[in-house]
């Protein structure tokens, strides 16, 4: 059998596998707490699940499944107390309950370690993951959830690289017939895009306008430039692979700016329109032929 296994970042290297079924399950999707990752020979897709330090397999054959990407926005101190990141997932819940109740599903939430107040640890992923498990557990919802199956995309640091390691995650997993990306609604025009490009099948993106924070609330130049530029460097980077590794350099820079002026006492929102305001500094640094130079020059 030939088989394709997913990068480290999709799950975890496993190092025991007991293969001694007689009658393999035809379809096992399900909430669980362990390790996983995706294979697939030439006609099925198959999980290795990990847990309790044993590794089953279960074969998935020919199924045609829903996928939903959401793409993360920062990591609150306590999601269920944020109102901007509840309404988001709320939302986003009932539409994937809507389409997909008691259906097999993937489910899989993006972002990587973006926290910019101290202490600097997990990721955006980790965190809607999280909520959206103890949402599908409630009683009035758990049987229409069992089947739907959640994977943390952890490393990405921009809504472009949401996207491209959402892709390589589902690449693995043959039988997506749908996918659906879940966004902030300023942004939907950039997702799209990004969408048109990456992935190789249809995709529709729902905006969800849930931010009633400043950054909402800035003028409508403001933010028309600020998709322009950021869908223009997504589009530019995707030119090249090569590109992409700049891109990420760029996104840690980022986060290191916005880490250090909120320690000086600045907002997050001034943080971020600040580096917004100086980006072309690091941009020279990093991508001297960035088209942003050109255009400036």
Same mark, same amino acid.
């Not at 001694?20 to 399900?30: A, D, E, L, N, Y």
């Given at each position: 059998?030939r088989s394709h296994l997913? =990068? %480290?970042?999709?799950?975890?290297?496993?190092?025991?596998?007991?293969? /001694?079924?007689t009658s393999? *399950?035809?379809?096992f999707?399900?909430?669980? /707490?362990g =390790?996983f990752?995706?294979?697939?020979?030439?006609n099925?897709?198959?999980?290795f699940l !990990?847990?309790?330090?044993?590794?089953?397999?279960?074969w998935?054959?020919?199924?045609r499944?829903? +996928?939903?990407?959401i *793409?993360?926005y920062?990591?609150p101190?306590?999601?269920? $107390?944020d109102?901007n990141? @509840?309404?988001?997932?709320?939302?986003?819940?009932?539409?994937?309950?809507?389409?997909?109740?008691q259906?097999? +599903?993937?489910?899989? %939430?993006?972002?990587? %370690?973006t &926290? *910019?107040?101290?202490?600097f640890?997990g990721?955006?992923?980790?965190?809607? @993951?999280?909520?959206?498990? #103890?949402?599908?557990?409630? !009683?009035?919802?758990?049987?229409?959830?069992?089947?739907?199956i959640?994977?943390?995309?952890?490393? /990405?640091? /921009?809504?472009?690289?949401n996207?491209?390691?959402?892709?390589?995650?589902?690449?693995?997993?043959?039988?997506?017939?749908?996918?659906?990306?879940?966004?902030?609604k300023?942004?939907e025009k950039r997702v799209?895009?990004?969408?048109? &490009?990456i992935?190789?099948?249809?995709v529709?993106?729902s905006?969800i306008?849930?931010?009633i924070?400043?950054?909402?609330?800035?003028?409508?130049?403001?933010l !028309?430039?600020?998709e322009?530029?950021a869908m223009?460097?997504?589009?530019w980077?995707?030119?090249?692979?090569?590109?992409? =590794?700049k891109?990420h =350099?760029?996104?840690?820079? &980022?986060?290191?700016?916005?880490?250090? $002026?909120?320690?000086?006492?600045?907002?997050?929102?001034d943080?971020?329109k #600040?580096w917004?305001?100086?980006?072309?500094?690091v941009?020279?640094?990093?991508? %001297?032929?960035?088209?942003?130079?050109?255009?400036?020059?």
């Amino acid at each position: 059998m030939r088989s394709h296994l997913g =990068e %480290p970042r999709v799950a975890f290297y496993l190092t025991k596998v007991l293969t /001694s079924f007689t009658s393999p *399950c035809q379809i096992f999707f399900t909430n669980f /707490s362990g =390790e996983f990752l995706f294979g697939r020979d030439e006609n099925r897709t198959f999980i290795f699940l !990990n847990t309790s330090g044993h590794v089953y397999i279960f074969w998935v054959g020919y199924l045609r499944m829903k +996928a939903f990407i959401i *793409c993360g926005y920062g990591i609150p101190e306590n999601v269920s $107390r944020d109102v901007n990141y @509840t309404t988001y997932l709320h939302l986003i819940f009932n539409s994937i309950f809507e389409q997909v109740a008691q259906q097999e +599903a993937v489910i899989i %939430p993006c972002g990587g %370690p973006t &926290k *910019c107040d101290p202490p600097f640890v997990g990721t955006e992923a980790e965190a809607i @993951t999280d909520y959206l498990t #103890e949402l599908a557990k409630r !009683n009035e919802v758990s049987e229409h959830a069992k089947k739907w199956i959640f994977i943390s995309e952890t490393e /990405s640091l /921009s809504t472009l690289e949401n996207l491209l390691f959402a892709k390589k995650m589902l690449d693995d997993i043959a039988s997506v017939e749908k996918i659906t990306i879940f966004c902030e609604k300023t942004r939907e025009k950039r997702v799209q895009a990004f969408a048109d &490009k990456i992935f190789d099948k249809s995709v529709s993106v729902s905006a969800i306008d849930f931010d009633i924070s400043k950054n909402r609330y800035l003028d409508s130049d403001t933010l !028309n430039t600020k998709e322009d530029l950021a869908m223009k460097e997504g589009l530019w980077t995707l030119q090249e692979l090569e590109r992409l =590794e700049k891109h990420h =350099e760029f996104f840690e820079k &980022k986060f290191e700016f916005l880490r250090r $002026r909120q320690s000086e006492g600045l907002s997050h929102v001034d943080a971020v329109k #600040e580096w917004f305001e100086n980006q072309q500094d690091v941009i020279r640094e990093l991508m %001297p032929d960035h088209p942003f130079l050109q255009e400036s020059s």
